[in-house]
């Protein structure tokens, strides 16, 4: 089973809508849950971390935590060309950080 | 604040051969990582450092590859012999303490043929 899990997309959206980018774990005791964007041929950097259930908003981006359900997602509102990019769930268990595969983004003018 | 720097950026061995990485992370950063990345997969974590100690290298296959840290700041990592397998982006990132907050260099993308 793997340990971080993502539809590997590609997910199209159109400009303006709402994009919605899903991730779930396998180990009940992690803490902390970041997402990072990669542009191609880049390297990850981090948009978003959070580490108790609910949701925590910055800017156009919001993540979503739900631990019961192991459960963790990142919105992004107005979605943009530039927000194109393949985006990585990541989660921090016994002080090691796993990443998922990645969700491929695309978002058409 | 400078980042994470790797060199070099680029490098196409034959299998069989050896190659070495190199990361300097960002000053003060005790935590230092090499990931590997396949193409279209996600970073898989090879080896964790704090200062100039292993934290977790449990998915480092220990037969053909090895890092160090010597004196708790810079890193290298190779591999010897290279296989086609190994062919990937091989990403350092550092952090001052614990994974969060971790900080990628560009990557150097490694070719075995």
């Known amino acids: 089973q793997k340990e971080v899990e993502q539809n590997s997309g590609p997910l199209s959206v159109p400009e303006g809508a709402i994009a919605s980018l899903n991730c779930t774990y396998s180990?009940?005791?992690?803490?902390?849950f970041f997402w990072y964007r990669q542009y191609s041929g880049k390297s990850p950097e981090l948009i978003m971390s959070?580490?108790?259930?609910g949701d925590k908003e910055d800017g156009r981006f919001t993540a979503q935590l739900n631990k019961a359900s192991q459960y963790v997602s990142l919105l992004i509102r107005d979605s943009q060309p530039s927000d194109s990019a393949t985006y990585l769930c990541a989660v921090i268990g016994n002080n090691d950080m796993r990443f998922g595969a990645g969700t491929r983004l695309t978002v058409k003018p | 604040e400078a980042g994470v720097a790797q060199s070099p950026r680029y490098k196409i061995i034959e299998k069989r051969q050896s190659v070495a990485f190199w990361c300097n992370p960002i000053s003060g950063h005790a935590t230092l990582y090499w990931y590997q990345q396949i193409l279209g997969q996600g970073p898989k974590l090879l080896i964790q450092?704090?200062?100039?100690?292993?934290?977790?290298d449990s998915q480092l296959p220990k037969d053909r590859f090895s890092a160090e840290r010597l004196k708790g700041v810079d890193s290298t990592l190779k591999i010897q012999p290279a296989k086609l397998e190994d062919s990937a982006v091989y990403l350092c990132?550092?952090?001052?303490?614990?994974?969060?907050?971790?900080?990628f260099g560009q990557g150097t993308r490694l070719t075995v043929v």
């Open positions: 450092f704090q200062n100039n100690g292993v934290v977790d």
């Open positions: 990132a550092s952090s001052l303490v614990s994974p969060e907050q971790a900080f």
């Open positions: 959070i580490y108790s259930n």
């Open positions: 180990d009940r005791g992690s803490q902390s």
